[in-house]
């Protein structure tokens, strides 16, 4: 009697090991493989553990198989070099005030009449950089 109670208690937490095992199963792929999506598989797997809705179960081990392509660096990439591109940001000033019947002094240079942005040799050294 006392050796069936202690096979019935090691079966049981045999077969629940198994089980835990087996819910883990699409976590533990996904997070070896470092993927994006493995916090997603994660919760489906722990849902599908405590609502026994074993749909979450197989969503969460299709993700943990399907490689989603990464869009985020390619094109954070593109928008950095845009910028090193077009140079530093300009700067807004306050329009002009001339009092009335004032006209505004032609003679004295105005910081508005050069280009904005980078000339042919400095934009050269920030793309050889």
């Known amino acids: ?6 096979l019935l208690i090691v079966a049981v ?6 089980f835990f095992l087996l819910h ?4 533990r792929m996904a997070h070896k493989s470092e993927k994006l999506q493995s916090e997603i598989v994660a919760v489906l797997c722990l849902l ?3 609502t026994n809705v074993h749909l979450f179960w197989v969503v969460g081990l299709l993700l943990a198989l399907v490689d989603l392509p990464d ?6 990439k593109i928008a950095g070099s845009l910028e090193k591109i077009a ?3 300009p700067t807004k000033k306050a329009p ?11 003679g004295a240079s105005n ?3 050069k280009p904005m942005g980078l000339s042919g040799g400095e934009r050269k050294e920030m793309i050889d950089a």
């Open 87 to 89: 140079g530093p940001k």
């Open 48 to 50: 599908s553990l405590f």
């Open 1 to 6: 009697m006392v050796g069936m109670a202690v």
């Open 111 to 113: 910081q508005s009449d």
């Open 96 to 106: 002009h005030e001339t009092t009335a019947g004032a006209a505004p002094d032609e």
């Open 13 to 18: 937490l045999a077969v629940g090991n198994l």
């Open 71 to 76: 869009f985020r660096t390619p094109l954070g």
């Open 24 to 27: 883990t199963l699409p976590e």
